[in-house]
Every structure is written in C-alpha cells, then in structure tokens.
C-alpha cells in the first residue's frame, strides 16, 4: 500500500508541477523529450525494458521480480538506502495503452553531494539550450531546475529536473495519457 500511495504522490506532484505558469516555457521536439533518460529509461523505453533494465542495475519492487509479476499500471521500484553513501534512489513507473507515461526518481544522497552543475548541463547538452537560458540553470545557491515541454501550452510531452545539492527530483510524462490513465 506504501508503494502505492508514494505513487499517487509522485503522479500528482508531476501533474502539479506542469501546470504551474512560466515565464517563458522551453520547448523542444516531442521525439527529444522522449529520448532523455532517468536511470537509463526513456519515455520511449519498451516497458518490459524499462522493468528489466531498472532491475539489472540494482532497483527492486518489493516482492515482484519480473516484469510478468507487474500486474498494476504502476509500479515504484528502489535502490540503496537514505543512509549509504550512495542514496536512495526511488523511481515511479506508470503505464498506460502499452507503454511508460511517467518515470518519476526521487533520489536522496544526504551523505554525498550531487553535481547539480552537471545535472542542468546534461539537460542542457541533451537539448541545446544555453548556459545563461533562466529556464534552464543553476543558481548562486547551488540548486538547479529545468523544464522542457513539447508545447507553450497544454504540453503533453515533458521532462524536468529539480536539483539540490543532497536530492535530486527527475520526472518524465506523457501528460494526456497519464491524465486519462488516471
């Protein structure tokens, strides 16, 4: 139930976020942002990919140990602990009309810091935008965030990140089908 709930969350907390007003929305190819990765998979990742790909790299989903046991349309899956130096990584999955519609990563390092630096300029990198777009960057506080959409308006496709020095917020959706999903 736990899991479940934290998926909700995660879900709401997406939607949240991509309806909330900028200034000046980045936009970018659909096909982009479908290509940017979270812990390897991809918007456009085949889900039992997906679920294969999180497992081979350490992520677990309690009792479920192969993609033919993921009988719901979510599914959250982690790895490590808050305590070790490597963090706890949580990522939500969500699944709708045969494939992801939201990759959602919380991933808590409070032992070691992130390069937040580096976490924006891969964004940036991966979607070329600017050093100095305001969009997109990190401040004098060593926290960072960037948001692309596939649209000014009503986007469907987006990818953001939230960076902070100790915690790190990735999300990837396909917004309409989620919506409908739910």
Known sequence: MRHITFLFFIIAWVLAAGATARAEEIVRDPALIETMPIQGVTLGTPLEDA???????GYRAGDIATYSEWLGSGL?????????PDGESRIALSRANGHLVNISETFNRPR??????????????HFGIGPDDPNCRVNDHGTGACRVADAAEAANLVFGVNAFPTMILRYASRNKELKDAL
């Open 51 to 57: 679920f294969n790909h999180l497992y081979a790299h």
């Open 76 to 84: 959250e899956l982690v790895r490590g602990d808050y305590s070790s």
């Open 112 to 125: 070691q810091k992130f390069d937040t630096h580096a976490e924006i300029q891969a964004i940036q990198d």
